[in-house]
């Protein structure tokens, strides 16, 4: 089992999970709809929680409930002015590290808008890359530090408002595919069965 803390500036904040419980959400955008089963396996098991960690940072959680095979490798964020990445804690059997490849989402330009990963705000698991991903049953964790006086508050309108948008790349499907994933907000109850074909959440825009 491994819990690893990198430091991906000047600050870095050890410790496995998050401070307080946050806002979860689904990755129930599809930007690539390689294979229909593997879309609805993502849509199934892999969420992401925006927690608040206290003293100016916030914490972003991805998960993979399982059981079916998958391996979120890669993590993006499209971001505007509220966040500096701060630290990664890998949870017990993933190991990732700063810098994605490749660097931005995969099929970003199909969703919409087109997703843009900021600079510098990606990660990846470490090679062997599908076993070091978030399996089912795993998780990581993303901290960043609030800036320009922003606050956790202000991370979670972003999300609504689609000014702050967070990607995955996911491998390791039995279908041998991959997917890419954005983060939107959990529906009510069958809500899902309402998604089309295409795998896209409609009524998320951001800016023009």
């Given at each position: 089992?491994?819990?690893?803390?990198?430091?991906?500036?000047?600050?870095?904040?050890?410790?496995?999970?998050?401070?307080?419980?946050?806002?979860?959400?689904?990755?129930?955008?599809?930007?690539?709809?390689?294979?229909?089963?593997?879309v609805a396996?993502?849509?199934?098991?892999?969420?992401?929680?925006?927690?608040?960690?206290?003293?100016?940072?916030?914490?972003?959680?991805f998960t993979n409930s399982g059981p079916a095979a998958s391996?979120?490798?890669?993590?993006?964020?499209?971001?505007?002015?509220?966040?500096?990445?701060?630290?990664?804690?890998?949870?017990?059997?993933?190991?990732?590290?700063?810098g994605a490849t490749p660097p931005n989402l995969p099929g970003g330009n199909n969703c919409s808008p087109p997703f843009v990963a900021t600079a510098g705000f990606t990660a990846d698991s470490n090679p062997p890359a599908q076993p070091n991903g978030v399996n089912p049953g795993e998780f990581v964790t993303v901290r960043f530090s609030l800036i320009n006086g922003q606050t956790y508050a202000d991370t979670i309108a972003a999300m609504v408002s689609g000014e702050l948008r967070v990607g995955v790349h996911v491998q390791g499907f039995a279908s041998g595919g991959s997917e890419a994933f954005v983060a939107t907000l959990v529906p009510a109850?069958?809500?899902?069965?309402?998604?089309g074909a295409s795998g896209l959440l409609a009524?998320?825009?951001r800016r023009a």
């Open positions: 089992m491994r819990n690893m803390c990198v430091a991906l500036g000047a600050v870095c904040v050890c410790g496995v999970g998050v401070a307080n419980a946050g806002v979860t959400y689904g990755f129930l955008e599809n930007c690539t709809n390689n294979n229909a089963g593997d396996i993502g849509f199934a098991q892999l969420t992401l929680e925006i927690s608040d960690a206290g003293l100016g940072f916030v914490d972003f959680t391996s979120i490798t890669d993590l993006y964020w499209d971001d505007g002015t509220l966040l500096g990445l701060a630290s990664i804690t890998s949870g017990p059997g993933t190991s990732f590290s700063q109850p069958g809500a899902l069965a309402l998604l009524g998320r825009r």
